[in-house]
């Protein structure tokens, strides 16, 4: 079966002045982050690109951009866009890389097509195509790019639950952003882990920093609470602001059963009283001691 | 009568949904100079039912709109997911009831912290929940 398409034959038979004509094309744009990639490699990964896309062209795939003779194609410069993301290139990089494409594309055309109607029609098709290679790079582009925000909320994550060792046998925790349960989970290991490790026998949970406190949070302070205890320890929760008392109070959420404390401060007055200790003024207990005497 | 002066649409289709989400609730509230109690309680109605429509829903569309009914403003969410939507709405909204092992607070705990709540629900079609809260409600 030999093509018919004059577009299919045309592109086929010039290639390497396509692809010429495509670096060609990228050199031009100014602003372009050269660095990033080297020439060699651009130049062959485009190459690859290019063989692909003419191998699949044929008379009706060129009709039809969701075409299964594009699966290859696709998947290449789905590979392509998303190490772009992943590398730190702008959208419009890739972007000009695409239309780079296309404009060589048509450029070629022009050469062996010479009935403007003709040209009008296949340079319509091709343009199509392209367009559609276009969209579907720009989607997986923002894929990798949503893929690099996973994992850096992954690592916030992990650097944002210090655990302070405020005192002998007391440890702080501040909770700074939503508590959802993957959070949870982080905060959980390591304020039970490091109560092992210091022998801590009070552990203060602030939690001034958290937005709001819904049932999920709640559920999730409550439990990691539990397991405090469950481990010999007690557990106090500050940093509740009087619109999250009220909140919570309303939503009917029953936090008696937890010591629960406006401020840091009081969390760590109340840990002091709990391990009978007193801190007093020096020059007070000064003046005291010599009264009593 | 109730007019609407501005609309948010926003979907919402996981996890990493709900604190965009929530900020920009947070931000009509604070444009129409809620105070920071009823900003709160609002906030956290709006936390539970995102998170409900993520949860059973299978997500879905949440709309944030500025709201006035005669001198008074305030802040209507509506939430709608076409999940498998709540077979018993009464049994739903009791304070304990839950199917999914969480506290069963959501939605009569909502109820309490908004000043209008209405829910609709129809079995394998899904479910709307809107609530109003008042500037000074
Ligand atoms: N959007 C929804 N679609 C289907 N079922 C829902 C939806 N929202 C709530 N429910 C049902 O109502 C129950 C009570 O919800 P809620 O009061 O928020 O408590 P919880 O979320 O802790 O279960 C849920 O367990 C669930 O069975
Ligand atoms: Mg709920």
């Known amino acids: ?293 | 009568m109730i007019v609407v002066l501005n609309k948010d649409e926003l979907r919402i289709i996981k996890e990493q949904d709900v604190v965009p989400y929530r900020n920009r609730v947070k931000e009509h509230a604070v444009k129409i100079g809620m105070g920071l109690v009823n900003q709160t309680k609002l906030i956290t109605a709006a936390s539970e039912l995102v998170r409900n429509m993520l949860k059973y829903g299978g997500g879905g569309i949440a709309i944030i709109e500025t709201v006035s009914k005669g001198r008074e403003n305030g802040i209507r969410l509506i939430f709608s997911d076409k999940g498998p939507g709540i077979k018993d709405i009464s049994l739903a909204m009791k304070d304990g009831y839950t199917t999914g092992r969480s506290l069963g607070l959501g939605l009569p705990g909502t109820k309490r912290l908004v000043s209008e709540f209405n829910l609709e629900s129809e079995e394998g079609k899904g479910t709307t929940v809107t609530v109003i809260k008042w500037k000074n409600g």
């Not at chain 1, 993301?85 to 000009?96: D, I, N, Y």
């Not at chain 1, 404009?103 to 009008?120: F, G, H, M, R, S």
């Not at chain 1, 022998?199 to 958290?210: F, P």
């Open chain 1, 1 to 293: 079966m030999s093509t018919k398409n004059e577009a299919v034959k045309a592109l086929q038979k010039r290639k390497k002045e396509v692809l010429e004509q495509w670096m060609k094309n990228q050199l031009q744009d100014e602003g372009l982050r050269n660095n990033l990639i080297s020439d060699e490699d651009q130049q062959q990964t485009s190459d690859e690109l290019l063989n692909l896309l003419i191998d699949a062209l044929n008379d009706s795939s060129i009709e039809d951009a969701h075409s299964r003779d594009f699966e290859k194609v696709l998947d290449v410069l789905s590979g392509i866009s998303i190490s772009r993301a992943k590398q730190g290139f702008s959208p419009r990089e890739t972007g000009v890389y695409i239309f780079g494409l296309k404009e060589a594309l048509l450029t070629t055309l022009q050469k062996d097509i010479k009935d403007p109607a003709q040209l009008y029609s296949e340079s319509l098709k091709l343009s199509k195509l392209l367009d559609n290679f276009a969209i579907s790079s720009f989607e997986t582009f923002i894929k990798g790019r949503e893929e690099v925000i996973l994992r850096q909320t992954d690592e916030i994550t992990e650097i944002s639950t210090p655990v302070i060792h405020v005192w002998d046998g007391v440890l702080a925790m501040p909770i700074i952003g939503t508590l959802d349960s993957a959070r949870t989970q982080i905060v959980m290991e390591n304020l039970l882990q490091e109560i092992v490790e210091t022998g801590s026998s009070i552990a203060i949970l602030d939690i001034s920093g958290v937005p709001a406190v819904d049932s999920l949070v709640a559920q999730h302070l409550i439990k990691t609470v539990s397991a405090t205890r469950l481990m010999g320890a007690e557990c106090i929760i500050s940093g509740i602001r009087p619109e999250i008392a009220q909140t919570v109070v309303h939503l009917g959420i029953d936090l008696s059963t937890i010591i629960t404390k406006a401020t840091l401060a009081s969390a760590l007055k109340t840990a002091f009283s709990m391990l009978q200790l007193e801190v007093t003024k020096k020059s007070k207990s000064n003046l005291l001691q010599q009264s009593n005497r």
